[in-house]
């Protein structure tokens, strides 16, 4: 066990739909990572906040937002899902930004979109 | 820009057997480079990482790796497979930024 939870595990919804992806941090932990895993794609890197503040982007749709919250939580918004984002969306924390410190790995939400 | 390439998308060995998992890296700086393994319906979790103190890393599991500049190579090996060790395997790479590179992963199976 990492630490860090997501909520829910599964995710089945409609094409068109919006959905919101849940991330709890490990304890102590500063910044979060948000990952989109797929069998065409491998692991892409989406987005990263720190303390609350977006740190990185990498390859998030302009369909798809996220947050950080005081409480270091997290969210991932999909909105106006199509087929193509069913997918295993991971979230990762590290104790603060930057390359040295390993992430750790939440166990993931399954999103389908049908 | 950085990148990790994983030569092999599947690898099989024979239970008891010498695991070899190879990947390649491209950075313009120097790299902290990390293995992480994946099991069924599981999130990815920490092998090793190497972090410039030692080239040669050991994780856990009785994994460990090297880290080879002159041919830009973090290979991860294992003497011994075990039948657990079945999972996917993935390098990854970050240098500057806070970004991290994935590979693609290596399917390891293990031939009892």
């Known amino acids: 066990d990492s630490g860090v939870t997501q909520t829910p595990k599964h995710l089945i919804t409609a094409t068109g739909q919006r959905v919101t992806l849940r991330c709890s941090p490990r304890s102590g932990d500063l910044s979060v990572y948000w990952y989109q895993q797929s069998l065409d794609q491998g692991l892409q890197f989406l987005i990263q906040y720190y303390n609350g503040e977006e740190r990185a982007k990498g390859n998030i749709l302009e369909r798809f937002s996220a947050q950080q919250f005081p409480d270091l939580h997290s969210e991932l918004n999909l909105s106006s899902l199509e087929l193509g984002d069913s997918a295993l969306y991971f979230c990762?924390?590290?104790?603060?930004?930057?390359?040295?410190?390993?992430?750790?790995f939440g166990p993931g939400t399954r999103l389908t979109v049908t | 820009a950085q990148s990790v390439t994983q030569l092999g998308s599947h690898v099989s060995v024979s239970e008891g057997a010498l695991v070899l998992l190879r990947c390649n890296y491209s950075?313009?700086?120097?790299?902290?480079l990390f293995w992480y393994v994946q099991y069924p319906n599981q999130g990815l979790q920490l092998l090793l990482k190497?972090?410039?103190?030692?080239?040669l890393v050991k994780g856990i599991n009785g994994f460990e790796a090297e880290f080879k500049k002159s041919e830009t190579s973090f290979h991860l090996t294992k003497p011994s497979a075990h039948m657990s060790d079945a999972a996917e395997y993935f390098c990854?790479?970050?240098?500057?930024?806070?970004?991290?590179?994935f590979g693609t992963g290596t399917s390891l199976t293990v031939i009892p």
């Open positions: 990762a924390s590290s104790a603060q930004p930057g390359s040295y410190y390993e992430q750790y």
């Open positions: 950075s313009s700086v120097p790299p902290y």
């Open positions: 990854a790479v970050s240098a500057s930024g806070n970004q991290f590179y």
């Open positions: 190497y972090t410039s103190a030692a080239t």
